[in-house]
């Protein structure tokens, strides 16, 4: 078991890729706490985490609040004493043009992405670093390459790469690990709870789920490349090449980016 006796904190852990990270995890022996704005989310989580006899505690908590983060840290130091592993998963999407976007929409994404995940890693790193562990921020190809309609998404994911990257360097010669993961499209709730315009969420994914790469197959990605020390990976032959494209030819992706997105169901370049 590759993390046998590990405690590996995931926040926003009720659905999708950070569930599917606690699942994972805990098969491989760790000691699993998962946070989420939602008791009733939570207790589902906690039975299917048990269910694969995961080790596991759920502490209600969000992302946004920095007294969340800092009791989420103490609950989880005074359950299992220590926190070797802290995977920062909360998020929230978004789908507008910036023209139309209240900026109060703006904000609570950078609140919950970014923010989210500097609040989390703040009140984790001492005990993180104590145990020589691992800081995992779960990015996105936004991070290297924006997309219309998606900017505080874009600027988000470009904060969360831009901090780790410094964290890593200052924590060089600590022996402290950090992951920056960039899945590409996956299959998630991500798209359906994206915040319109208005702030409502959109309600359904305007893309074929179907097509993407799914929740399960990312976590076992991040366990992999949490298991080897890697300093970032990123994810789907699409979003590889999204990213390398970007880095050589950025303008001509400009266009090629804009044509992917007017096609999208309900684009609101219509």
Not at 31 to 48: E, H, Y
Request: hydrophobic share 45%; charged share 25%.
């Amino acid at each position: 078991m590759k993390f046998k006796n590990k405690v590996v904190v995931i926040t926003g852990a009720t659905s999708g890729i950070g569930e599917a990270c606690a699942i994972a995890f805990g098969k491989e022996g760790a000691q699993v706490v998962i946070t989420g704005r939602s008791q009733l989310k939570l207790d589902n989580s906690l039975i299917k985490l048990q269910k694969e006899g995961v080790d596991a505690i759920g502490i209600v908590a969000d992302a946004a609040i920095e007294e969340d983060n800092r009791k989420m840290a103490e609950k989880a130091i005074s359950h299992f004493g220590k926190i070797d592993i802290l995977i920062n998963n909360a998020g929230i999407s978004m789908r507008a043009l910036f023209q139309d976007l209240d900026i109060e929409v703006f904000k609570k994404v950078m609140d919950i992405n970014f923010w989210g995940a500097v609040y989390a890693t703040k009140y984790c790193l001492e005990s993180i670093t104590q145990q020589k562990g691992s800081i995992i921020g779960i990015s996105s190809i936004n991070g290297y390459r924006g997309t219309p309609a998606r900017t505080a998404y874009t600027a988000s994911k470009f904060a969360m790469n831009g901090f780790f990257e410094s964290l890593r360097t200052e924590l060089l010669k600590k022996g402290v690990h950090v992951l920056v993961a960039c899945p590409g499209f996956t299959t998630s709730n991500i798209r359906s709870n994206a915040l319109l315009a208005d702030g409502t969420p959109q309600g359904a994914s305007p893309r074929d789920e179907a097509k993407m790469m799914s929740a399960e197959e990312v976590a076992a990605y991040i366990v992999e490349a949490t298991a080897k020390r890697k300093r970032e990976i990123v994810l789907t032959t699409q979003g590889k090449l999204a990213v390398f494209l970007n880095k050589w030819i950025p303008g001509i992706m400009d266009g090629v980016v804009y044509n992917q997105m007017a096609k999208e169901k309900d684009s609101p370049f219509k």
